[in-house]
């Protein structure tokens, strides 16, 4: 029995890696406006720059790098292609395709642990990998994936969900570890499940929150059938740990900035739905109260009915009622799927052990053969390589960005947008994928610039943003996407740079010095308010007037590395020093060795340095943030803790994975 399930699991992982193999081969996707660009570009920057940049100067105007991304997928892509020496492109496929796999053997081990049934985690762990069984729930989703290709595949390749999908793969191995946890004073199942936790959070907030519905209701399920008060104790002791392993970058300004960044993107929840799925897990927990007591048999079965009900209220709550509960439902269709997968596995397994039941227990996988059949005939279908990538549009746009441009910030759009710091070092008004936005000014601008139709106030935003060139493209141009709406507005505004005579042009921004450095009047800054929405063309007109003063000298603006920049200017009685990058509180300025004074710019959240009369050369240096060296420290104490635990429970390590040897 032992042995089976170790073969078990070598076995899935081998059938899994030849069902996506080609994953493990490419380098470029020939899918070019998926996001997963955005990942690669922020591993290529990383891998240039380990071990860890304080700051991201080429995104956003500026903003922390921590904010980007959580650090798992883009640090494991960064060292893959650091070490292995393969292109970012590579190391992010070879990345995500791994940790699909192990997704796969993960279910089997924590459907093996939780159910205790051998077959019912081949059933799960095979329904996993081939199956997606809300597709028949939701038909504008099965209508999307051609071929029945699942769900958790069909994002992870059409839509660049690598850092999701890794996440999902990890939390079925972390939610094995805490059954075994959770059950007993288990030291060496309570470190792994922390570890795994955290883990999955360092992945993706998706995954993290599929983790916070998932967990509560494992912690339930156990706790319900044996009613020991402990359980919540180790419940709380494996939460704790998992955050103390991410305190170093999961900080409170970072869980703060992501969730302004999400208020931008996700529809506002509504309470109704609220009421009624707490309504529902309410009556969850008053059923399972009685029937579960005292026949641990059930917990499984309390665990996978709990997962089913809130998923199912949550994402076709949205679909087939309109609910909106919080963040974005569809996002957790291939949570939901694994929940259902689980429920059928687990439906199969009840009947077979029924002999006048048993008949279903064959037709079920029978019927389910049939769209798991329509795939692995297609299995290798979502992996069309790309090839002679020095002619594709969006390399050739960022290359000639890169040799006519390369000191210059630039606002891009689209895939263009999505691709712009894949292969070059190139500073931007935007970013990757609009994650980390540390400056509020930046989406209402954006928006303006894309949407509005008017050129003079999208020009006045630019030069306000310190951006020296904007590319766009019109409904002729290979772009997928075509932000602008009115693309031929900036036509006789502004002078045109490059046009590849396919629909794509790039504009020259007026400015009067190429940096993003300015001398300002001191006073006259102090006198401009806040923009009164993005159409202000007045107050454009005087910011810009301020910033955009041809009587004041140059600035010389320097970067030696993402956290740190030298400013030379010579500066006048009643003038101060403009850097057209975001205000953060952990930039320091020195002179000489002396600090001077930097302030937030109220206008467009730039910094602002007050230096006395005369020549200057500053030196600007990002310099680590207390709560990042707080959340250090208390990373530090967390892994000691779990190193004890490991030491503590190694004599326990046979029987803790028994299930697999």
């Avoid at 602008?484 to 490059?498: E, H, I, M, T």
């Amino acid at each position: 029995m032992k042995r089976a399930a170790w073969s078990d699991s070598v076995l899935l992982f081998l059938l899994t890696t030849v069902l996506i193999w080609p994953l493990f081969r490419l380098k470029y996707l020939d899918n070019w406006p998926s996001i997963e660009s955005t990942f690669i570009a922020d591993a290529r920057m990383l891998a240039d720059r380990l071990p860890h940049p304080g700051w991201q100067p080429l995104w956003y105007c500026g903003t922390r790098f921590d904010y980007v991304y959580p650090p798992a997928l883009r640090y494991g892509t960064a060292l893959i292609s650091k070490f292995a020496h393969v292109l970012p492109a590579r190391a992010y496929h070879l990345y995500t395709a791994f940790l699909y796999v192990f997704g796969i053997v993960a279910v089997y081990w924590m459907v093996r642990i939780g159910s205790g049934s051998r077959g019912n985690a081949w059933l799960a762990s095979a329904g996993a990998a081939l199956l997606s069984p809300s597709f028949l729930l939701l038909p504008i989703i099965r209508n999307d994936s051609p071929f029945w290709i699942p769900q958790r595949l069909h994002v992870l390749m059409a839509y660049g969900e690598g850092p999701h999908i890794s996440a999902l793969s990890v939390l079925p191995a972390a939610l094995a570890l805490s059954f075994l946890a959770l059950r007993s004073s288990n030291p060496l199942a309570l470190a792994g499940a922390s570890i795994l936790c955290a883990f999955t959070v360092a992945n993706n907030f998706y995954g993290a929150t599929a983790l916070a519905i998932f967990a509560p209701i494992l912690t339930w399920s156990v706790w319900v059938v044996r009613r020991d008060r402990f359980v919540w104790i180790r419940a709380a002791g494996i939460a704790a740990l998992a955050y103390a392993v991410s305190a170093f970058w999961l900080t409170p300004s970072y869980l703060r900035v992501t969730a302004e960044n999400l208020r931008l993107v996700a529809t506002p929840g509504q309470a109704s739905p609220r009421l009624i799925l707490l309504a529902a897990m309410i009556l969850f927990g008053v059923a399972t109260w009685r029937w579960g007591r005292g026949k641990p048999q059930r917990e499984w079965t309390i665990f996978v009915c709990g997962v089913v009900l809130f998923l199912s209220v949550y994402v076709l709550g949205l679909f087939y009622f309109g609910f909106h509960i919080v963040g974005e439902a569809p996002r957790l269709i291939p949570e939901l799927d694994l929940a259902l997968v689980l429920a059928i596995a687990a439906l199969v397994n009840f009947f077979w052990r029924r002999p006048k039941l048993r008949a279903l227990a064959i037709v079920i996988p029978i019927l389910a053969a049939y769209p798991a059949l329509s795939y692995v005939r297609h299995a290798y279908f979502p992996f069309p390589k790309a090839t002679h990538i020095e002619n594709q549009y969006e390399f050739l746009v960022t290359e000639w960005v890169h040799e006519h441009l390369p000191d210059q910030r630039v606002l891009p759009s689209g895939t263009v947008r999505f691709w712009f710091d894949a292969w070059f070092d190139l500073a931007e008004q935007g970013g990757g994928s609009d994650q980390g936005m540390l400056n509020p000014v930046l989406p209402g601008a954006t928006y303006q610039i894309s949407a509005g139709d008017r050129g003079d106030i999208a020009i006045l935003w630019m030069q306000a943003l310190g951006t020296g060139a904007v590319i766009v493209p019109d409904q002729t141009s290979p772009e997928h996407y075509h932000d602008y709406q009115k693309p031929y507005k900036f036509r006789g505004l502004a002078p045109v740079l490059y046009d590849d005579a396919h629909g794509t042009v790039i504009y020259r921004i007026p400015r009067i010095y190429p940096s993003i450095g300015r001398v300002v009047n001191t006073s006259q800054m102090a006198a401009l308010a806040p923009m009164n929405g993005a159409d202000d063309f007045p107050g454009l007109t005087r910011y810009v007037a301020a910033v955009e003063d041809p009587q004041q000298g140059p600035t010389q603006v320097t970067w030696k590395n993402f956290d740190q920049v030298e400013l030379q200017a010579r500066v006048s009685q009643g003038q101060s020093i403009l850097l057209q990058e975001t205000y953060d509180p952990a930039w320091r300025a020195y002179e000489a060795g002396r600090p001077v004074p930097i302030r937030m710019e109220p206008v467009m959240h730039f910094m602002l340095l007050d230096a006395p009369e005369g020549d200057h050369r500053i030196e600007l240096r990002f310099e680590t943030p207390a709560e990042n060296w707080i959340g250090r420290l208390i990373s530090i104490l967390g892994l000691a803790l779990i190193l004890a635990l490991i030491w503590r429970g190694r004599h326990r390590a046979l029987s803790t994975f028994s299930f697999l040897l």
